[in-house]
Nanobody, 124 residues
């Protein structure tokens, strides 16, 4: 089993920056893809960004150029640096871990392990 714990959420103003962190514990390895999904109030959960074991990164169009994902395999951590935050970035952000294929990397079902989420609120 793998346990994921997020941190770093909070209330910020539009235009501010915030960094989310996620720590993985348990039966982890460097082969996993790690990253983030989010769910805004009343909306479906959506893909944000992930980073593969090889370091390749993927971003949703809505966050490209504003968010940067990175990982530290030695610490079993993944980070999401968010800049130029907008009100529409308000959501609960979930850390994920799994072994998706290139065809499933954007799909929730490709990720076996999920954190409980951290709230990000951006005031306009």
């Amino acid at each position: 089993q793998v346990r994921l714990v997020e941190s770093g959420g909070g209330l910020v103003q539009a235009g501010d920056s915030l960094r989310l962190s996620c720590t993985a514990s348990g039966r982890t390895s460097d082969d996993y893809t790690m990253g983030w999904f989010r769910q805004a109030p009343g909306q479906e959960r959506e893909f944000v960004s992930v980073v593969g074991w090889h370091g390749r990164t993927y971003y949703a169009d809505s966050v490209k150029g504003r968010f940067t994902i990175s990982r530290d395999n030695a610490k079993n951590m993944v980070y999401l640096q968010m800049a130029s935050l907008k009100a529409e970035d308000t959501a609960v952000y979930f850390c994920v871990l799994g072994m998706p294929s290139s065809l499933t990397i954007f799909r929730q079902r490709a990720y076996d392990f999920w954190g409980r989420g951290t709230q990000v609120m951006v005031s306009a």
